[in-house]
């Protein structure tokens, strides 16, 4: 990884594709290499089924722009790997490369995106676009999967839930679970287990005990120094582990356990913990048996240092039937803060996780779970209902000329020129379509109709908008940032304000309505005459 100029990391020029060096030699040898070029970045179908995407990654590719340049050892290792007899001003032609001819309208960090809608516009020498190709690809595309599929998790959740991203052991490598953690809290977790997200981009952070810790100790530790101090810091210090050990008999008791039941390690884990973060803590309930040990060595410790004023933040359930055991457990929350006379106890949250995927995400969430807090891991950073975005980088336009790329396939057709994209708001706030069209065309007016061609329709309809917003926000001027960069907080709230403005038949996660995306009249002429054939 290189820095950037604020000291973040940035990956490097050749992050990329080998075909990338060997066009640029192409161009180079062609004369073409300064030719004034655009390209667009877009993808063709919604993620997972959908009928929206988040768009993200944006920051990490103006970052990677403002740091671009090909150091020596770049060079000469291109220089190993492409013909011996490669005139030697190419490589000097790469060693003088950087952005400052780059121009990058893009759709703002957390915008909804809609296929055929580009993601990025990048302008500038046809040599230099062109290598940037597969590292902005690679920048954005996953970025984006991983919003998307965190956008959906939320939707399912619903608002009320704190659902914790702690997929980083199971992520497809480190930049894999770091920019999982970065864009999932964007899409709308609420936090990470992932400490390097938290000190490197700000988010939030969240981790108790696992079953090792609980698991390390037999009961037979002595703590060295048991002695704990009131939370006010008034009144004399308490020996923790006799008063759990008084609370653990009343708690049998009324439990109906025999007092040795819950284990007596399990017990020393918890003590050894509250002792450590008597403000924090947090059991995990599963290691042996939740009914039988883990919830009364649970409320042991919890109705000890309730005594000396803390309050226990939760527990944790990791296995089983999740939903059936919180209900269970809150029920003895209820009783048992009703009988000892700690009315707090009754909603002290309940964390799962468990391998949560979609369909058990939507059980736990259904009206009447007692679930607070749900960690979810390899469902969010894998993405396994689709692996890839499917973003594509494609030429519209050389020398100020459109270029399109016609192809056996029609799907695979692009759109060409340099074009603007606006989006049409119905009266009731709600989106109505995008609207892509010639860079030159006048923009569309609220109020005004409009007769456009819907991608895939066979004839063009008319649609008055409400309200227009622009869609593509100037970011990067000849190499300049045109604006400061949102926070990651920023864009986590345009997305999520976003996502209200859609309307809940495009929100659907099965069997949505398609949200159309239609070209103006101008555009679709254009289409026509170079040769597609018919409406796209």
């Given at each position: 990884m290189e820095k950037d100029g604020e000291g973040r990391d940035v990956v490097r020029p050749l992050l990329t594709d080998l075909y990338q060096a060997t066009m640029a030699l192409g161009y180079w040898r062609a004369g073409r290499a300064c030719e004034a070029a655009e390209f667009e970045l877009f993808f063709r179908h919604c993620p997972f089924g959908g009928s929206f995407a988040l768009a993200a990654g944006l920051r990490d590719c103006l970052c990677f722009l403002r740091a671009f340049r090909l150091r020596d050892a770049d060079v000469q290792f291109l220089a190993s790997v492409l013909p011996p007899d490669t005139d030697p001003a190419f490589f000097e032609h790469l060693r003088n490369l950087d952005c400052s001819g780059v121009t990058v309208r893009a759709l703002p960090e957390g915008s909804l995106a809609f296929p055929g809608v580009p993601l990025l516009q990048v302008s500038?020498?046809?040599?230099l676009v062109q290598l940037l190709e597969t590292p902005l690809l690679c920048l954005v595309s996953y970025a984006s999967l991983v919003a998307t599929n965190a956008a959906r998790l939320r939707l399912i959740a619903g608002p009320d839930k704190r659902l914790l991203e702690m997929g980083l052991r199971r992520a497809q490598g480190?930049?894999?679970?770091?920019?999982a953690s970065i864009y999932s809290y964007l899409g709308g977790f609420n936090s990470s287990s992932n400490t390097l997200a938290g000190q490197l981009r700000g988010v939030p952070?969240?981790?108790?005990?696992?079953?090792?810790?609980?698991?390390?100790?037999?009961?037979?530790?002595?703590?060295?120094?048991?002695?704990?101090?009131?939370?006010?810091?008034?009144?004399?210090?308490?020996?923790?582990?006799?008063?759990?050990?008084?609370?653990?008999?009343?708690?049998?008791?009324?439990l109906g356990l025999e007092v040795q039941e819950p284990h007596p390690g399990e017990r020393a884990a918890f003590v050894a913990y509250a002792l450590a973060f008597p403000r924090a803590f947090q059991g995990l309930l599963d290691s042996y048996s939740v009914r039988r040990s883990g919830l009364p060595n649970f409320l042991a410790v919890a109705l000890a240092l309730g005594e000396l004023g803390y309050r226990a933040v939760g527990v944790r359930l990791d296995s089983g039937d999740l939903l059936q055991q919180a209900q269970e457990i809150r029920g003895i929350f209820r009783t048992v803060g009703a009988e000892f006379q700690v009315p707090w106890l009754e909603s002290v949250p309940i964390a799962v996780s468990n391998n949560i995927d979609e369909k058990e995400l939507a059980r736990l969430a259904q009206k009447g779970s007692e679930v607070n807090i749900i960690g979810i891991g390899t469902s969010v950073v894998t993405c396994p209902k689709q692996p890839s975005m499917g973003c594509v980088y494609k030429l519209v336009s050389v020398g100020g000329q459109p270029r399109m790329k016609?192809?056996?396939?029609?799907?695979?057709?692009?759109?060409?020129?340099?074009?603007?994209?606006?989006?049409?708001?119905?009266?009731?706030?709600?989106?109505?379509?995008?609207?892509?069209?010639?860079?030159?065309?006048?923009?569309?007016?609220?109020?005004?109709?409009?007769?456009?061609w819907p991608r895939g329709a066979q004839e063009p309809c008319t649609v008055k908008p409400a309200q227009v917003e622009p869609l593509l926000r100037l970011c990067l001027q000849q190499g300049q940032l045109c604006e400061p960069l949102p926070s990651l907080d920023e864009s986590r709230t345009f997305a999520q304000q976003s996502l209200n403005h859609l309307n809940p038949a495009h929100k659907?996660?099965?069997?949505?309505?398609?949200?159309?995306?239609?070209?103006?009249?101008?555009?679709?002429?254009?289409?026509e005459s170079l040769g597609a054939g018919g409406p796209l």
């Open positions: 500038g020498p046809l040599l480190p930049d894999g679970g770091f920019t952070v969240a981790g108790t005990l696992a079953h090792s810790f609980v698991t390390s100790f037999s009961g037979s530790e002595v703590p060295p120094d048991p002695m704990l101090a009131p939370a006010s810091s008034e009144g004399p210090t308490v020996d923790l582990a006799a008063s759990v050990n008084l609370w653990l008999k009343r708690v049998c008791t009324y016609l192809t056996e396939d029609r799907e695979k057709q692009t759109l060409p020129g340099s074009k603007a994209a606006f989006r049409l708001l119905d009266s009731d706030g709600f989106f109505l379509m995008d609207l892509l069209q010639l860079a030159e065309e006048p923009p569309p007016k609220a109020g005004q109709e409009l007769r456009v659907q996660l099965q069997s949505p309505r398609v949200y159309p995306v239609a070209l103006s009249e101008k555009l679709q002429a254009l289409v």
